[in-house]
């Protein structure tokens, strides 16, 4: 059974009285950048997953028969591949509205010559060669061009790679600044509490008895602030989540916190609690070591 | 028990504040600290109640080398050691009861042989209905006695009291002293800083003279001393983790 700390520190006395406060705005901010370094983890990986398991062939030729031709013979090709579960040409309406953004909304067989796209799912058995392909494909179908995302993937990947660094950064950041504050805290306790610590010393008092009545109190602390920074934190995340949800499925939505999957935040309190207590813990000790 | 061999002290880098001292407290002595302001009172005190270390010399503390105890080796012997201080140095956010039992806490002792002990002395030193009062709401005197009881309340070796009836009426200063006399009796050894000339006449005890940071001399105890008190002490038992 664990010993009940001798509580012998006044309550008034609240040197560090804003701490808990200062610890929820620092709670709040982590688990915000925690959820959506988590979220475009996420991101990455369903992107990235969902990239490399399709390509995209176009044949591009002015004389639709020809462009057509090719486009079987690709398909035939494409789907005798090993690794190719599946190889569709994509209707024209559906290509038409891809480039509706570019060309405006535009009757199909207004003259315009549309491109063949080819929608080539592969598996997973990793038995398909891209190199093969490019070189057979060459042959059956010389205007066909071979998409595999890569370039544009690159650096989609890149750019949520580095955002998701920033953000760990930025917690790390954030917690150095919590055990800065602490310290800080710490010291201003002990300052304030000096008399009575050293009346407690004189009584016999170990530093262990001492510092185990600070361990306590910062233990609260970062509980009480951790709790309500993480309580604003999930009423945010909720919101955010909620919106994003109303805007359907898209890039920025994939990357976004998934609230399955940010619950491990309700546990930021007894994370943020311990770690108050153990540089509270380490100060004290030492600050107490200086003394009589 | 208790002996000084040529110890200074100074703080910092400042200059001496004692200089050679000598002595040696037999145990179940009761000696009287004497001497001017300035004198140094003060800072032998400390010394005596381990909130400092000598800047030279020896001391010897109940069979024990100071200057080859550890700090982690300071709280058991400060655990023997009570002390009055003529500022009283109460916790001011505790109750009466709360200071008094706090060597007892930590020393680890039971909540109810903290009760007992702690309510027999407050009763004893007529402070039974201001047990849950904070000091604040004390008087000089009461502030006096609960400070007293703090530091008797695990009955120590060593008792050290500085000025410890200075705010109280000449019947409680007699109802203290005589406290003082009966520990001592037991075993515990006492040293009692005042400038009270009838205190010292009164108890006639052996008195430590200092004077300008040096002992001019120890003056013997009389042929025979006899208190006029008749009180008898409070009759509670060692605690936990006392010394014997």
């Not at chain 1, 013979?73 to 190719?84: D, L, N, Q, S, Y």
């Amino acid at each position: 059974m664990l010993k009940r700390p001798l509580n012998f520190l006044s309550a008034d006395k609240q040197s560090d009285a804003l701490l808990p406060w200062v610890i929820s705005v620092m709670l709040f901010l982590s688990a915000l950048a925690l959820s959506f370094a988590l979220g475009v983890n996420r991101g990455l990986d369903s992107w990235s997953k969902g990239l490399t398991s399709t390509l995209t062939i176009q044949v591009v030729h002015s004389d639709t028969i020809e462009r057509n031709r090719q486009a079987e013979a690709t398909i035939k090709m494409v789907r005798a591949t090993p690794g190719v579960t599946s190889a569709n040409i994509m209707a024209d309406q559906y290509v038409v509205s891809l480039l509706s953004p570019w060309l405006g909304n535009m009757p199909i067989g207004s003259g315009l010559p549309l491109p063949s796209l080819i929608d080539v799912t592969l598996d997973d058995s990793g038995d398909f060669n891209l190199d093969s392909l490019k070189s057979r494909l060459n042959v059956a179908a010389p205007d066909a061009a071979l998409d595999d995302h890569q370039a544009w993937m690159r650096q989609i990947l890149d750019l949520a790679g580095i955002l998701e660094v920033l953000l760990i950064a930025i917690v790390v950041m954030i917690t150095l600044c919590t055990i800065t504050i602490v310290i800080f805290g710490c010291r201003a306790g002990l300052a304030a509490h000096q008399d009575t610590i050293e009346i407690m010393h004189l009584m016999g008092a170990e530093d262990t008895t001492i510092a185990s009545a600070f361990d306590r109190r910062y233990l609260q602390h970062g509980l009480k602030g951790g709790a309500f920074g993480v309580c604003i934190a999930s009423v945010v995340l909720y919101g955010v989540a909620y919106m994003a949800a109303r805007m359907g499925q898209g890039l920025l939505n994939a990357a976004l916190p998934d609230l399955n999957t940010v619950w491990w935040v309700l546990l930021l309190p007894i994370l943020s609690g311990l770690l108050a207590m153990i540089t509270a813990r380490i100060t004290i000790r030492r600050a107490l070591t200086d003394m009589v | 028990m208790i002996s000084f061999e040529n110890v200074g002290m100074r703080y910092d880098m400042g200059g001496e504040i004692l200089r050679d001292i000598n002595f040696t407290l037999d145990r179940g002595s009761f000696h009287f600290l004497v001497g001017p302001s300035g004198a140094g009172k003060t800072s032998l005190l400390k010394l005596l109640y381990l909130a400092f270390r000598p800047s030279r010399g020896l001391v010897n503390y109940f069979g024990h080398d100071l200057s080859n105890i550890e700090r982690s080796g300071l709280p058991r012997l400060r655990r023997r050691i009570g002390v009055v201080f003529q500022d009283f140095r109460l916790l001011e956010h505790l109750s009466a009861f709360d200071n008094v039992a706090l060597p007892l806490r930590i020393q680890g002792a039971q909540k109810k042989q903290i009760a007992e002990h702690v309510e027999e002395l407050l009763a004893w030193v007529g402070l039974q209905d201001r047990m849950h009062a904070r000091p604040a709401t004390l008087s000089g005197g009461e502030k006096q006695r609960v400070a007293i009881a703090r530091a008797i309340i695990n009955k120590p070796d060593l008792l050290v009291a500085d000025e410890p009836t200075g705010n109280v009426d000449p019947d409680m200063a007699e109802r203290l002293m005589h406290l003082f006399v009966e520990l001592n009796k037991i075993g515990t050894t006492t040293v009692v800083a005042t400038h009270d000339e009838n205190l010292v006449k009164t108890v006639g005890a052996p008195i430590l003279q200092l004077s300008k940071g040096e002992l001019s001399h120890i003056k013997a105890r009389p042929d025979k001393h006899t208190t006029p008190y008749g009180q008898k002490a409070p009759s509670y038992k060692r605690t936990k983790g006392e010394q014997s």
